[in-house]
C-alpha cells in the first residue's frame, strides 16, 4: 500500500509541475476576468478539450446507438460541465453549467489527493476478453497540466470509487440548468420492422426532413430549428431502438451533438 502511495504522489507532483505552454498563457485568467491564475493545477482553455470525464464504455450496444449517448459527467476546457441525471428507463435529463476555475481545482484536488486517482491505471485494454463483446468497464480520465491521466474500473478501484468521483463531479455546479441544443448532426439507417420495439411515424413534407435521403446518403445530416428539440425529447424519453416510419420503412435515428455526445463532430462552421 505505502509503495502504491508513493507512485501516486509521485505522479501527482509530475502533474502539478507540468506547466507547459499553458503556464503563461492570458486565456488562464480566472471565468468571469481578473488576474492571472497562479494555481498550480492548470488546463487547456479550448472549449473542445476534455478535462475530466466519467463514463461508461464497452458492452455489446450496437455502435450506431452509441452515437447517441452521453457520458456520465464532463468538464470541458471553457469551464462547461455536462452530466446526466437518470430519472428511470428511459427518463434522463441533461444539465449544464458554467463553473468557475476554483470549482474545476476543488474538484481535481478532490479526484488527485483524496481519492489518490493516479494510484490507479486503465488495465481494460490488457485483460483477455471473454465472449463475444468487450466488458462494460467504468472510466475515468482527468487531463491537467498536460497530463492526460486515464484510469478504469479494472486498474483497483473499489466498488464505490466510480460513483463517489461521479457524484462529486456532478455537484460541482451550483446554477445548473436543462440544456436543449440549437443545432445536431443526425444520422438515420433503414432496418427490418421490428414488433418489439417502440415505433414514430415521421411524415418527411411536414418536417422538412427526410430520413430516407439521409440514410441514402450515408453521412449525418446537420439539422437546426424545431427538429432538433423533436429528436431530442425523444431521446431524452424514449430508447434508442426506437424505429421511425417514412413511408413503408423503419429508420433508427442517431443525434450527434458538439460538446454534449460523446463523439460528436464539431458544428459546420457558418
Known amino acids: 500500500m505505502m509503495k502504491r502511495l508513493v507512485i501516486g504522489l509521485g505522479l501527482l ?23 492571472q491564475q497562479t494555481n498550480p493545477i492548470d488546463w487547456n482553455r479550448d472549449p473542445n478539450t ?18 447517441s449517448e452521453v457520458p456520465s459527467c464532463t468538464i470541458y476546457g471553457d469551464n462547461h460541465i455536462v452530466w446526466t441525471n437518470e ?5 434522463v435529463q441533461i444539465l449544464e453549467d458554467r463553473v468557475t476555475d476554483s470549482q474545476i481545482v476543488n474538484f481535481v484536488n478532490y479526484v488527485a489527493l483524496t481519492k489518490q486517482l493516479y494510484n490507479y491505471s486503465a488495465k481494460a ?4 476478453l471473454s465472449g463475444s463483446a ?17 484510469t478504469d474500473a479494472f486498474g483497483g478501484w473499489d466498488s464505490a470509487y466510480y460513483q463517489e468521483v461521479l457524484l462529486n463531479c456532478r455537484q460541482i455546479s451550483t ?11 443526425i444520422s438515420a439507417r433503414a432496418v427490418e420492422y421490428d414488433s418489439q420495439m417502440p415505433r414514430q411515424p415521421w411524415d418527411a413534407v411536414a418536417n422538412s426532413l427526410s430520413l430516407k435521403e439521409i440514410a441514402d446518403s450515408g453521412q449525418p445530416k446537420w439539422i437546426t430549428g424545431r427538429n432538433v ?28 451533438v458538439p460538446n454534449i455526445t460523446r463523439n460528436s463532430p464539431a458544428a459546420p462552421s457558418s
Not at 428539440?229 to 450527434?256: C, H, R
Open 13 to 35: 507532483s509530475v502533474a502539478l509541475s507540468a506547466c507547459g505552454s499553458l503556464g503563461g498563457n492570458n486565456n488562464n485568467a480566472p471565468v468571469g476576468g481578473g488576474s
Open 50 to 67: 476534455v478535462v475530466f470525464r466519467a463514463d461508461v464504455t464497452g458492452g455489446s450496444t450496437d455502435p450506431f446507438y452509441v452515437l
Open 87 to 91: 430519472l428511470g428507463v428511459n427518463n
Open 125 to 128: 485494454d490488457t485483460l483477455p
Open 134 to 150: 468487450p466488458p462494460v468497464v467504468e472510466t475515468l480520465d482527468l487531463f491537467v497540466n498536460n497530463v492526460d491521466h486515464k
Open 175 to 185: 446554477a445548473p440548468v436543462l440544456y436543449v441544443p440549437a443545432g445536431a448532426w
Open 229 to 256: 428539440g423533436v429528436f431530442w425529447n425523444m431521446f431524452l424519453t424514449s430508447p434508442k431502438t426506437i424505429q421511425f416510419v417514412e413511408g413503408d420503412t423503419q429508420y433508427n435515428v442517431a443525434l450527434q
